[in-house]
């Protein structure tokens, strides 16, 4: 059974770093489309960025040069470094497996909150 | 970029009734279209890929359609269970834009 679990979200200050990460089982991240989806509060699904099993990553404009994804294939973990962060990256923040056609696995998400 | 409008953004329906969403794509995306539905307090799930095929799980009453720009999500027969928002996802080459959402209530 595939299982994500995302961990490291917290309240931060405005201009500050985090990184969340989702630690997977059930499946090897080296092999697999892996995703980070954010959804602030009151507001729709927002996709943030994604990797392929190659290496090969891409992020939404709206983070382009502030985040920063990363998978360490020995821990079978997926990483987003996020800095210089605002109220407006507020927001659940899920991992989500690609398989060819959707995400059809997601994490139960964790919680950045940026505020003073 | 590519960009995804979906109408309405809420819509208020009877148990039973037959329901329908749609989504526009500004440029052709061929059937590279999935459909979600997200509840509070859980995760999205997929219900439909590749703009009309149905995930596995999913109940039958959930049906997707559409190419190129113009798709359709319906749900024949509301239920109660329905009550959720639901997002339409262009997938295939970067970027990967969702819909913003239409939340669907019981009148």
């Known amino acids: 059974e595939v299982q994500l679990v995302e961990t490291g979200g917290t309240l931060i200050q405005p201009g500050g770093s985090l990184t969340v990460t989702c630690t997977a089982s059930?499946?090897?991240?080296?092999?697999?489309?892996m995703s980070w989806v954010r959804q602030a509060p009151g507001k729709g699904l927002e996709w943030v960025s994604s990797?392929?099993?190659?290496?090969?990553?891409h992020y939404a404009d709206s983070v382009k040069g502030r985040f920063v994804l990363s998978r360490d294939n020995s821990k079978n973990t997926l990483s987003l470094q996020m800095n210089g962060l605002s109220a407006a990256d507020t927001a659940f923040y899920y991992c989500?497996?690609?398989?060819?056609?959707?995400?059809?696995?997601w994490g139960q998400g964790t919680l950045l909150t940026v505020s003073s | 970029d590519i960009q995804m409008t979906q109408s309405p953004s809420s819509l208020s329906a009877s148990v039973g009734d037959r329901v329908t969403i749609t989504c526009r794509a500004s440029q052709d995306i061929r059937n590279y279209l999935a459909w979600y539905q997200h509840k509070p307090g859980n995760p999205p799930k997929l219900l439909i890929y590749?703009?009309?095929s149905l995930q596995s799980g999913v109940p039958s009453r959930f049906s997707g359609s559409g190419s190129g720009t113009d798709f359709t999500l319906t749900v024949n027969g509301l239920q109660p269970d329905d009550v959720a928002t639901y997002y339409c996802h262009k997938y295939g080459s970067a970027p990967w834009p969702f819909g913003q959402g239409t939340k669907v209530e019981l009148k």
């Open positions: 989500a497996r690609f398989r060819i056609y959707g995400f059809d696995s």
């Open positions: 990797i392929y099993p190659g290496g090969d990553i």
């Open positions: 059930g499946l090897s991240l080296s092999t697999t489309f």
């Open positions: 590749a703009a009309s």
